[in-house]
């Protein structure tokens, strides 16, 4: 398949971006659900499967073994051209966010997760004290299926201190300030995504 097909199959009839809006100005986080086509959440899997020798520790930092999280990870380049993609629908969601919250996103900054059976990431927040540029944070989850008793799902906190939690339902995307306290619980089974922040592009202070 062309890969602009792909874009082309993005499923703009899902896209409420006016609700999104919303949602981030009043709580701090939104999400999105049936966000691609079928076909490209399939090519994003196996893109991400097939290079899962590749992913390393996550929380293993400059020698040093972290407890707080336990997945491994693989930072996307230009080498990975239908994660690329989403990276693209990220930039163009950047400049809506741009538009109405005058956030001067510049950058997008991702890596692919896989959390296995057992692994989790402990409370925390993607801009400590924002001491970075990251603005948004976005996840987008891509295995192949998903249940509610299987763990792994992502516990968040939103602006007025309510907690909340997100599935991580395939072919979703959640979208949340960068600042604010979230954990992803003990998963019992493989869990894939992306991760994504938005970046004003104005620290190079990078955690
Ligand atoms: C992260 C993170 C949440 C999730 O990668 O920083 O908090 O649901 N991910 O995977
Ligand atoms: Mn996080």
């Known amino acids: 398949m062309q890969q602009t097909s792909f874009s082309l199959a993005l499923n703009a009839t899902s896209w409420n971006l006016d609700r999104v809006l919303d949602d981030l100005n009043e709580f701090g986080f939104a999400f999105i659900d049936h966000v691609y086509s079928p076909e490209y959440v399939t090519a994003l ?9 590749e992913f390393r520790a996550a929380g293993i930092q400059n020698g040093v073994v972290s ?7 693989l930072w996307i380049d230009g080498q990975l051209p239908i994660a690329q993609q989403h990276i693209q629908t990220l930039h163009n969601l950047s ?13 997008v900054e991702a890596h692919f997760a896989c959390y296995n059976a057992g692994e ?8 400590p004290q924002q001491k970075n540029d990251r603005m948004i944070s976005t ?25 909340h939690i997100i599935q991580p339902l395939p ?4 979208i949340f300030q960068s600042d604010v306290l979230h954990e992803v619980l003990l998963s019992k089974q493989q869990r894939l995504s992306i991760t994504a922040w938005l970046r004003s592009g104005n ?5």
């Open 171 to 174: 072919n979703r995307l959640a």
């Open 45 to 53: 899997a196996d893109e991400c499967i097939s290079h899962l020798a």
């Open 120 to 127: 989790f990431y402990a409370l925390h927040r993607d801009n």
């Open 67 to 73: 407890h707080i999280r336990s997945d491994h990870i």
């Open 95 to 107: 400049q809506a966010l741009n538009q109405a919250f005058y956030l001067g996103i510049k950058e």
């Open 203 to 207: 620290s190079i202070w990078n955690p």
């Open 139 to 163: 996840v987008f989850y891509l295995h192949e299926s998903w249940e509610d008793n299987l763990g792994g799902e992502l516990r968040l906190q939103d602006k007025k201190g309510n907690w």
